[in-house]
């Protein structure tokens, strides 16, 4: 069973701050390791992925930071805004029975204050 | 991507009841993934359905509780039965539409069971 330890569980960050959620996980190599956006009352959306064969992805003021040797891969929000305040959650697949299965972190609830 | 629907959007239901929950893709997709989210908590993978054959279950969820049918390659339901409060939770489907992607959510369903 894949384990996925996410960090913090909460953050509270002044607009404009940067916002920075870590991730670790366990074992064997993926194909991707994404984060998710999740607002109250909807479902997770993709928010970006990063591919192993890369060190950073940027997308807008999204950025994926990764870190193979050390299994861990971070998210930094730039120029975080209140419309960021959501609750985020990084992810793993494995593959099992010939099918990609998804491990999701604890979650973190960030908090954009004006 | 895919786009997912997901029916209904929220229900509140008696104990002893059983609910049945619809989920769309908008195109075919070999598996078809159920999780539960409990209040405040992380994504739970209930159990995975694959067209034509019975669903796999995880560890602490089975049939008779939560029975998944899957009759195309497009559409799943799930059914949660005999409920009581402690199921109260909000049920999502996902799909994973290419080799080796990022899975995608439906809305989800939020369930209330009084």
């Known amino acids: 069973q894949q384990q996925v330890k996410q960090s913090p569980q909460s953050l509270i960050v002044q607009k404009g701050g940067i916002s920075i959620i870590n991730c670790a996980y366990e074992n064997t190599a993926f194909d991707y390791f994404p984060w998710y956006q999740q607002f109250p009352g909807k479902g997770p959306a993709l928010l970006i992925a990063?591919?192993?064969?890369?060190s950073e992805k940027k997308e807008g003021r999204f950025t994926i930071s990764f870190n193979k040797s050390a299994k861990q891969f971070s998210l930094h929000i730039m120029d975080s805004q209140p419309g960021d305040s959501a609750t985020y959650f990084c992810?793993?697949?494995?593959?099992?029975?010939?099918?990609?299965?998804?491990?999701f972190g604890t979650g973190t609830k960030l908090q954009v204050i004006p | 991507s895919a786009v997912i629907s997901q029916k209904p959007s929220r229900d509140i239901c008696q104990r002893g009841t059983s609910l049945t929950i619809q989920c769309q893709v908008d195109?075919?997709?070999?598996?078809m993934f159920w999780y539960r989210q409990q209040p405040g908590q992380s994504l739970t993978l209930i159990a995975t359905?694959?067209?034509?054959?019975?669903?796999?279950?995880e560890s602490g969820f089975v049939i008779d509780k939560f029975p998944i049918s899957r009759p195309n390659l497009t559409f799943s339901t799930l059914t949660v039965s005999n409920m009581s409060p402690e199921d109260s939770s909000i049920y999502l489907c996902s799909v994973v539409p290419g080799v080796r992607t990022e899975a995608f959510f439906g809305q989800g369903t939020r369930l209330t069971v009084v």
């Open positions: 990063i591919r192993p064969d890369v």
């Open positions: 359905a694959n067209q034509g054959s019975e669903a796999t279950y």
């Open positions: 992810a793993v697949p494995s593959y099992s029975g010939g099918y990609q299965k998804v491990t």
């Open positions: 195109s075919q997709v070999t598996m």
